[in-house]
């Protein structure tokens, strides 16, 4: 029997052109009558949210699953499809995450999902019953078990759930398990389902077949890195990450061969992931431009990086926006660094409007603007005016904060906080530091020019402003920060690291807790951020969720 592997970008609620993509990928292997394998929810997208309430969602799956069905009539090989299934029983919820087998011109086999998360990034039970149906199915004299995503994670022992599917597997004699999943990338989490996959083919002695979907979807990057493991539990075939791929396999191969496991290193999952969540959030959201504020500094250069190998240098506008404080450098940098790209600039100089907000509040109010509202007063004037180049060309907004400035409130609502997308909104500033550096390395050259590498990090909002005057150095701040965001996710290593840097700081109890309130205080700021790429293992917006009016433990 021949398995062919579908790691295939979906766009979410796209059922027709989902599964013109699966006929598509199926077509190049019918005449190998091989069994092709898509991943979890294939044909809507994962995750589809409350596009599934949608009036006609369901008859138009019903519709392409007939089609689908169809061109399997009259050829050996099948279809395993992730897809949502109906509840017909009356009680509990009315829709299932489910998989169906498409044999012969008709459904052969519907299985249901047992296990639905609903930690982190995850929220199935707000749409799906569990399932309680056979997990097993026969395909041309094989007996093939089927797990979906969640299914297999009890291995994990993170959790404790009333059910074990792997267990229930272990009852029957089986030639192979196929696993479906939308499994988001993050750091970690590409050995993470490694070992989880080869506990399960320990435990139930067969190879299994892990099949994940790529592409992004919203702040969710899926990188697929689908592969196969044998009974053993070693990896035999793998598919490269981050891109669509089709492949075919026979199964009585599997035993006979192993490859060695894919891994990337911290600064090459953050560049591939930030491109290709970059690259589909523009396309998919149908924008073909993007418009980036460049202020010389650390954070608008990668951001610059990114969304130029995103989406091509052509489709770039970079505007460079000095105020009265901005150093000479912060011009010439961007030039440089735009240059280097092959990035249009454009220069407006806000000096002018600035000096007339300043007059207009005076005369408003009777007195002169604080500190703090005159530095807003420049990020707002920049955030219109990227803002109005959007509305008048159609470019997307690219916001450029990184987490560390976001997780303190370090940014100005209305402000550098504009935009439709922020690729950097979960890399801590020591992580911008380092993508920098790989970035060059990557190009063989200082694309990223060294001048804006080494300067002391400044938003240059009032005179000879440093980060370091409202904030501890980047790196104490950032191991502040991810023990205290992260910490219940973070390994020994990781963990033992971030408290290692803090106590050679030096700071006391109540200067990390007054970093802690700063967390919690500006809540309400990230609630109105734009969405960002999500790389790490708690992220701000679906992974870290907590209300905006509420009294903290710290507060």
């Known amino acids: 029997m021949k398995l062919i592997l579908a790691q295939l970008n979906y766009i979410v609620g796209d059922i027709e052109g989902n599964a013109l ?14 069994l092709l394998i898509c991943s979890e929810l294939a044909l809507t997208g994962y995750y589809p949210q409350d596009l599934v309430y949608q009036t006609d969602f369901l008859s138009r799956q019903d519709k392409m699953l007939a089609m689908l069905a169809e061109a399997t009539e009259g050829y050996m090989g099948g279809m395993v499809v992730g897809m949502i299934a109906r509840n017909e029983s009356g009680t509990g919820k009315r829709l299932y995450n489910a998989l169906v087998v498409l044999q012969n011109g008709q459904q052969t086999f519907e299985y249901h999902k047992r296990l639905l998360p609903t930690y982190n990034v995850f929220d199935e039970a707000r749409h799906f019953k569990s399932g309680e149906n056979s997990a097993i199915f026969n395909y041309r004299g094989f007996r093939i078990g089927v797990l979906i995503c969640e299914d297999a994670w009890v291995q994990s022992g993170d959790f404790v759930y009333a059910h074990d599917p792997v267990k229930a597997l272990a ?23 490694q070992i989880i996959i080869s506990k399960v083919a320990n435990e139930l002695d067969v190879p299994v077949v892990y099949v994940n979907q790529v592409g992004g979807n919203d702040e969710l990057v899926f990188d697929g890195a689908s592969f196969i493991v044998n009974r053993q539990g070693q990896i035999v075939f793998q598919l490269t990450a981050f891109e669509e791929q089709i492949a075919a396999i026979e199964l009585n191969k599997i035993e006979h061969s192993v490859a060695v496991p894919y891994s990337l290193n911290d600064s090459e999952l953050f560049y591939r992931q930030t491109v290709l969540g970059i690259k589909d959030y523009v396309q998919k959201c149908g924008f073909s431009q993007v ?18 190998e995103a989406l091509g240098a052509e489709n770039m506008t ?11 450098g912060s011009v010439d940098d961007s030039r440089d660094l ?50 109005e180049y959007s509305n008048h060309y159609g470019a997307l907004v690219v916001s450029t904060g990184n987490k560390s400035e976001m997780s303190v409130g370090y940014a100005t609502l209305y402000g ?27 190009a063989e050259k200082n694309v990223i020019p060294l001048d804006i590498i080494v300067k002391a990090p400044s938003a240059e909002l009032s005179e ?63 609630r109105q951020a734009p969405p960002i790429i999500r790389v ?17 433990r710290r507060s």
Do not use: W
Request: aromatic share 6%.
């Open 21 to 34: 993509k699966i006929l598509q990928a199926y077509e190049t292997g019918r005449s190998e009558d091989g």
């Open 171 to 193: 009852n029957h004699t089986l030639d192979l398990v196929i696993s479906l999943n939308a499994s988001p990338s993050n750091l970690g989490k590409l050995k993470e389902r």
């Open 291 to 308: 418009v980036i504020g460049s202020s010389g500094g650390i954070d608008s250069a990668v951001t610059l990086a990114i969304c130029t």
């Open 318 to 328: 970079a505007i460079t926006m000095p105020s009265p404080f901005s150093s000479k």
């Open 338 to 387: 735009c240059e280097n790209l092959g990035v249009k600039l454009l220069f407006s100089s806000i000096a002018e409007e600035f000096e007339l907000a300043k007059k207009q509040f005076e005369q408003m109010t009777g007195e002169v603007p604080s500190s703090l509202t005159l530095e807003n007063i420049q990020a707002r004037i920049r955030g219109r005016k990227l803002m």
């Open 416 to 442: 550098d906080m504009n935009g439709g997308i922020n690729p950097l909104g979960d890399l801590y500033k020591m992580e911008v530091y380092a993508l920098a550096h790989y970035i060059n390395q990557k």
């Open 464 to 526: 000879n402003q440093r980060d370091s005057d409202s904030l501890p150095d980047y790196p104490i701040l950032d191991a502040i920060l991810k023990r205290y965001i992260e910490g219940d996710l973070l390994d020994s290593v990781e963990s033992q690291l971030c408290t290692d840097t803090i106590k050679q700081s030096g700071m006391i109890e109540n200067e990390i807790a007054k970093i802690h309130r700063m967390v919690d205080n500006a809540e309400f700021k990230r």
């Open 536 to 552: 790490q293992k708690r992220s701000f917006g679906m992974g870290r969720r907590l209300p905006v009016a509420a009294i903290s």
